[in-house]
């Protein structure tokens, strides 16, 4: 190719291949795909049941004292700087003393990591244990960004199976024949995404011990933490800090419904120093150094909102996520084309298994969802997305009007695909 008489060369860039899988196996993607089977001539609104974000809802709107504080934050004029990769000492110290009410030990400022929301928590930590070689243990059903995440970090992801009959407890069996010595450590999510299970003391005692035993820590994924509303009680992983090291990624974004502020952490809960000594804290800390940090404002904000938020306010939502869960729970139950295996004790999500044997013109569970997409103008996620072939996670953290909607919808679909049209 010429231009003006010289030999041009062909333009050389390209984009990451890895970009391709990523952005397809994600749970917004799937949302967009089905949300593109709607039929745009239905005037009923769009039902989201697919997406855990209950902030657009009146119900789940966060306390006056978060947003007192956010503003308060911004009109000081104390935080429009940079705050640095290790951030701001005083927003550190909140969240420190926050985690350790539930520790039978004290955090400090230097045990937290602020972030950018849960999912650069996730990518910091993979990041980091990303040695080559390494693979890391991830619960199946699973939430889809660990998968992608350490596979683009070229981390080998291996699975171990959630039991549903057991209340969704970890099959440590399966823990132990797939950890080896290249192994960087297993994630656990609790409350649980997307099972809606909260594990018991006992259960978690033992996964500590055996991850003692193989010699790996624990990533304990508690974004969900305290919204509990079953038999269990919420029990921190970090409790066990002086069984295994454990690194525990939360935010503010569901306890608080303000996923939009971005605000997360990774608490080192490691009381005897393992994860220092090997390095693990400093390259954290490194590794930040080299991304984002959370806006300023919103960690100025942090110590007033932690401090001044009202029990009355958790109480609240916990009482509606426990009602509309019920109501979940017990509508599907008798729509006679699922097979509901436990009701959800936390989180914001139920996980249900389609009986495909009762339902004529569906061949698996993404087609049951772009269909119910296009009839009925309903948004649940296909449990594909999460590992789990033909089952379906409904997000239940809505206005209560759109969840008995939504309901009424799906039971309509369901009895317009039954076979025999029951």
Same mark, same amino acid.
């Given at each position: 190719?010429?231009?003006?008489?010289?030999?041009?060369?062909p333009?050389?860039?390209?984009?990451?291949?890895?970009?391709?899988?990523?952005?397809?196996?994600?749970?917004?993607?799937?949302?967009?795909?089905?949300?593109s089977?709607?039929?745009?001539?239905?005037?009923?609104?769009v039902?989201?049941l697919?997406?855990?974000d209950?902030?657009?809802?009146?119900?789940?709107?966060?306390?006056?004292?978060?947003?007192?504080?956010?503003?308060?934050?911004?009109?000081?004029?104390?935080?429009?700087?940079?705050?640095?990769?290790?951030?701001?000492?005083?927003?550190?110290?909140?969240?420190?003393?926050?985690?350790?009410?539930?520790?039978?030990?004290q955090?400090?400022?230097?045990?937290?990591?602020?972030?950018?929301?849960? /999912?650069?928590?996730i990518? @910091?930590?993979?990041? %980091?244990?990303?040695? +080559? =070689?390494?693979?890391?243990?991830?619960?199946?059903p !699973?939430?889809?960004?660990?998968?992608?995440?350490?596979?683009?970090?070229?981390?080998?992801?291996?699975?171990?199976?959630?039991?549903?009959?057991?209340?969704w407890?970890?099959?440590?069996?399966?823990?132990?024949? /797939?950890?080896?010595?290249? @192994?960087?450590?297993? %994630?656990?999510?609790? +409350? =649980?995404n997307?099972?809606?299970?909260?594990l018991? !003391?006992?259960?978690?005692e033992?996964?500590?011990?055996?991850?003692?035993k193989?010699?790996?820590?624990?990533i304990?994924?508690?974004?969900?933490?305290?919204?509990?509303?079953?038999?269990?009680?919420?029990?921190?992983?970090?409790?066990?800090?002086?069984?295994v090291? %454990?690194?525990?990624?939360?935010?503010?974004?569901?306890?608080?419904?303000?996923?939009?502020?971005?605000?997360?952490?990774?608490a080192?809960?490691?009381?005897?120093?393992i994860?220092?000594?090997?390095?693990?804290?400093?390259?954290?800390?490194?590794?930040?150094?080299?991304?984002s940090?959370p806006?300023?404002?919103?960690?100025?904000?942090?110590?007033?909102?932690?401090?001044?938020?009202?029990?009355?306010?958790?109480?609240?939502?916990?009482s509606?996520?426990?009602?509309?869960?019920s109501?979940?729970?017990?509508?599907?139950?008798?729509?006679?084309?699922?097979?509901?295996?436990?009701?959800?004790e936390?989180s914001?999500?139920?996980?249900?298994?389609?009986?495909?044997?009762?339902?004529?013109?569906?061949?698996?569970?993404?087609?049951?969802?772009?269909?119910?997409?296009?009839?009925?103008?309903?948004?649940?996620?296909?449990?594909?997305t999460?590992?789990l072939?033909?089952?379906?996670?409904?997000?239940?953290?809505?206005?209560?009007?759109?969840?008995?909607?939504?309901?009424?919808?799906?039971?309509?679909?369901?009895?317009?695909?039954?076979?025999?049209?029951k």
């Open positions: 190719m010429a231009e003006n008489g010289m030999e041009r060369k333009w050389r860039f390209d984009f990451n291949p890895k970009l391709r899988d990523a952005a397809s196996r994600n749970i917004r993607s799937t949302v967009d795909l089905l949300r089977n709607i039929d745009r001539s239905d005037a009923r609104p039902i989201p697919g997406h855990g209950p902030s657009s809802f009146p119900s789940f709107r966060t306390t006056a004292v978060a947003e007192a504080a956010v503003v308060s934050a911004v009109r000081s004029g104390d935080y429009n700087c940079y705050g640095g990769s290790r951030n701001l000492v005083p927003s550190r110290r909140a969240v420190a003393e926050y985690l350790s009410r539930d520790l039978p030990y955090l400090t400022p230097d045990d937290v990591f602020l972030t950018m929301g849960c /999912l650069h928590a990518e @910091t930590v993979i990041s %980091v244990l990303a040695r +080559p =070689g390494a693979n890391i243990l991830l619960p199946r !699973y939430y889809p960004f660990y998968e992608v995440r350490a596979q683009f970090s070229g981390v080998e992801v291996r699975y171990f199976d959630l039991l549903p009959d057991r209340g407890e970890i099959d440590l069996d399966a823990v132990e024949a /797939l950890a080896d010595d290249r @192994t960087a450590g297993m %994630v656990i999510i609790n +409350p =649980g997307p099972t809606g299970s909260v018991s !003391y006992g259960h978690l033992k996964v500590a011990e055996t991850a003692r193989l010699g790996i820590m624990i304990a994924d508690e974004v969900y933490g305290h919204l509990v509303f079953g038999n269990n009680p919420f029990v921190p992983m970090g409790v066990f800090g002086s069984v090291p %454990v690194l525990t990624i939360g935010s503010i974004s569901k306890r608080w419904a303000v996923p939009g502020w971005r605000l997360g952490w990774i080192a809960c490691d009381p005897d120093g994860l220092k000594d090997a390095q693990i804290v400093k390259y954290i800390n490194e590794y930040l150094s080299i991304t940090e806006v300023t404002f919103i960690q100025g904000a942090i110590p007033e909102i932690i401090k001044n938020t009202t029990q009355d306010f958790f109480d609240k939502m916990i509606l996520l426990r009602q509309m869960g109501m979940c729970y017990d509508r599907v139950q008798e729509m006679g084309c699922f097979h509901c295996r436990h009701k959800a936390g914001m999500f139920m996980l249900v298994e389609l009986d495909l044997s009762r339902l004529q013109d569906i061949t698996d569970d993404v087609d049951f969802c772009c269909k119910l997409a296009k009839e009925e103008s309903l948004i649940i996620l296909p449990g594909s999460v590992g072939p033909n089952w379906l996670r409904i997000t239940f953290a809505v206005e209560p009007s759109s969840l008995e909607d939504g309901l009424l919808r799906l039971k309509a679909f369901c009895r317009r695909h039954a076979k025999g049209g």
